[in-house]
């Protein structure tokens, strides 16, 4: 099924790979894991892969030559040869024209046709397979081929061996910069992708932004939160890129954060006068009462304060309701 250059190259590349079958079936598109391990404990006991097998035939030259004779002679059909004969398997049989009466069997003939890609289809798949995000089974189904095939178009496109002539000469070659290049532009596309969607998902979750924010648009002190908790899984210049942000106001923000609160006590204070004020003064009576207890303080700090604090005012109804029900 395999011939020796493919079980050769697949046991060097599972033993390249740490003895991960699944690194190598992916990267090759063959065998199975069994058969693989099985070329692997092989090579491992004799030190080298058979070339062939040296198989005893099950039937006598007699019964080889009969059942070639009665296909030659009975509208060379395959199916209807086994049958009346009684052995071998189709297959067999075909090997067995072939040796005894060669050129003399016919060729199979597919009801639907088969189906013959260009070099442009070809080229389309093996960029999607290699921009792919989910199993290549999936590419296979929807082009109407096996996962094999692929991988060969694969190994014939963009190097290997599969990419040399009868003639010795390479093939695709001119078209091979072009396809890698355009496989790489398309991992970039989903890798920013997958960036700015994890960037989105961050800023509706930590600072209750809508998804369809732009994340150039925030704060700075937003930014770098963000920053802070997508660093672990992208590099810090393409996070600073993504959000239209520069490397000195990041770790200006980062400084800024370590340093202590000169407005902790303020900010204590106006969330007392909040409370006692049954959520009904604004910024401007709280900097009055603020004012008034000797404090001088601007008007935009306590806003500023409140607003981070999240202290809204209530509105005058729901003030006369608060101070209806304290009565």
Request: glycine residues 4%.
């Amino acid at each position: 099924m395999y011939s020796f250059e493919d079980r050769m190259r697949a046991v060097e590349l599972y033993i390249k790979y740490d003895l991960s079958a699944a690194d190598t079936i992916r990267e090759l598109g063959y065998p199975s894991y069994n058969m693989l391990v099985r070329w692997y404990r092989e090579y491992q006991e004799t030190g080298r892969l058979h070339k062939s097998h040296n198989r005893t035939s099950l039937y006598t030259q007699p019964q080889i030559e009969a059942a070639v004779n009665y296909y030659l002679e009975h509208g060379r059909n395959i199916s209807r040869t086994v049958r009346a004969v009684g052995y071998p398997s189709r297959e067999t049989l075909r090997n067995w024209i072939d040796e005894l009466a060669s050129g003399e069997r016919k060729a199979r003939v597919k009801c639907g046709g088969v189906v013959q890609f260009s070099q442009e289809q070809k080229q389309e798949a093996v960029v999607e397979l290699c921009a792919r995000e989910g199993p290549a089974t999936d590419i296979a189904d929807k082009l109407g081929v096996s996962r094999c095939s692929l991988y060969k178009w694969k190994r014939e496109l963009l190097g290997g061996d599969a990419n040399m002539s009868k003639s010795g000469k390479p093939e695709f070659h001119d078209d091979r910069d072009e396809l890698l290049a355009t496989v790489e532009s398309l991992k970039n596309q989903i890798y920013r992708k997958q960036m700015e969607l994890d960037i989105l998902n961050k800023a509706a979750e930590i600072i209750k932004k809508d998804q369809c924010i732009d994340p150039r648009k925030l704060a700075n002190k937003e930014k770098a939160s963000l920053i802070d908790v997508l660093r672990t899984s992208y590099p810090l210049n393409e996070l600073l890129r993504m959000m239209g942000m520069p490397k000195s106001s990041y770790f200006y923000q980062k400084e800024s954060q370590m340093c202590p609160d000169k407005y902790a006590s303020l900010r204590a204070e106006v969330k007392k006068v909040f409370t006692e004020s049954h959520s009904r003064y604004g910024y401007r009576r709280v900097h009055a009462v603020i004012k008034r207890n000797g404090k001088i303080i601007s008007e935009k700090v306590i806003r500023r304060i409140m607003k981070e604090e999240s202290l809204p005012s209530l509105t005058r109804k729901n003030a006369d309701i608060a101070h209806t029900k304290e009565r």
